[in-house]
């Protein structure tokens, strides 16, 4: 299925930023239960069991003002054989660097947090050197302290610069974001809510790294940190995004990453967005 890579909500412009070509997980690691449960009708797995993921991140444009939720996949200085695209790819949508004043980051994973910093004379500099960066402190606290030199890799210069905004719980960024902690895939995961001038869009970063794993809130993938902490989550976004109608950004969903939550009965389904 195709998809557009840009939707106005209100006032405001959503676009996905892809970077580089699809990631190719296992699909039963992704899904934490096997196929036989429903998953393969949605994303056919390959023979080998792998499935197609989407490397995207948000570029939100309003009323003159830029931001990016998530700074895309491995830098491929970190991942040296990866293809990628993320800094091209803003290109191509007319941003550059010094456009992006505000980056929500949902969680510390590098396939978030690639293009956060980049080399320059044998040092990591900010790679948006106007922007404020918005982090869970619960986040940056556990990768500090489990990968202290990825913590400085990514995050060190951006603090160093006074530009690192480490946030206590549920807090307004602005008045078009608010950062709602979603802990489970990691300790300090939070998915962004964007007012879009009256309508409401949500980015959920990987506590759904499809539109299934709303659908099924048991369904986690291998690596998560904690289930219980996960499936909570997910049951408080669903009753926010369904109060406001927000429309859900799903950024790894290679289908159709844009959707709307229903009732259906004691559970929820999403349905394509129709813009």
């Given at each position: 299925m195709t998809f557009p890579s840009t939707v106005v909500l209100g006032d405001t412009e959503l676009s996905l930023i892809r970077d580089g070509g699809l990631l190719r997980p296992d699909g039963e690691a992704v899904f934490g239960v096997p196929p036989s449960r429903g998953w393969a009708s949605y994303i056919p797995p390959e023979d080998d069991g792998s499935i197609a993921v989407m490397p995207h991140s948000l570029l939100v444009r309003r009323q003159g003002r830029t931001a990016l939720v998530d700074t895309g996949g491995e830098n491929v200085h970190e991942v040296v054989a990866r293809r990628s695209t993320f800094m091209q790819s803003l290109a191509d949508s007319s941003v550059?660097?010094?456009?992006?004043?505000?980056?929500?980051?949902?969680?510390?994973?590098?396939?978030?947090?690639?293009?956060?910093?980049?080399?320059?004379?044998?040092?990591?500099?900010?790679?948006?050197?106007?922007?404020?960066?918005?982090?869970?402190?619960?986040?940056s606290d556990s990768l500090k302290s489990s990968a202290p030199d990825r913590w400085n890799r990514y995050f060190g210069a951006i603090a160093a610069a006074g530009n690192l905004v480490l946030l206590d719980g549920d807090a307004a960024v602005g008045d078009r974001f608010r950062c709602m902690p979603t802990p489970g895939h990691t300790p300090g995961h939070q998915s962004v809510f964007i007012d879009?001038?009256?309508?409401?869009?949500?980015?959920?970063?990987?506590?759904?790294?499809?539109?299934?794993?709303?659908?099924?809130?048991?369904?986690?993938?291998?690596?998560?940190?904690?289930?219980?902490?996960?499936?909570?989550?997910?049951?408080?976004?669903?009753?926010?995004?369904?109060?406001?109608?927000?429309l859900l950004v799903v950024g790894h969903d290679p289908v159709m990453p844009w959707a709307r939550l229903q009732r259906s009965g004691a559970s929820v389904r999403t349905v394509d967005f129709a813009p």
């Open positions: 550059s660097p010094a456009d992006v004043d505000t980056v929500l980051i949902t969680h510390a994973h590098l396939d978030h947090v690639g293009y956060n910093t980049l080399p320059v004379d044998g040092d990591w500099l900010p790679a948006f050197p106007n922007a404020r960066f918005f982090l869970q402190r619960s986040e879009c001038g009256g309508p409401s869009a949500v980015y959920l970063g990987d506590l759904a790294i499809t539109r299934l794993h709303l659908e099924h809130v048991d369904w986690n993938p291998s690596w998560i940190w904690s289930a219980e902490e996960d499936r909570r989550s997910k049951l408080r976004l669903i009753d926010a995004a369904l109060r406001k109608d927000a």
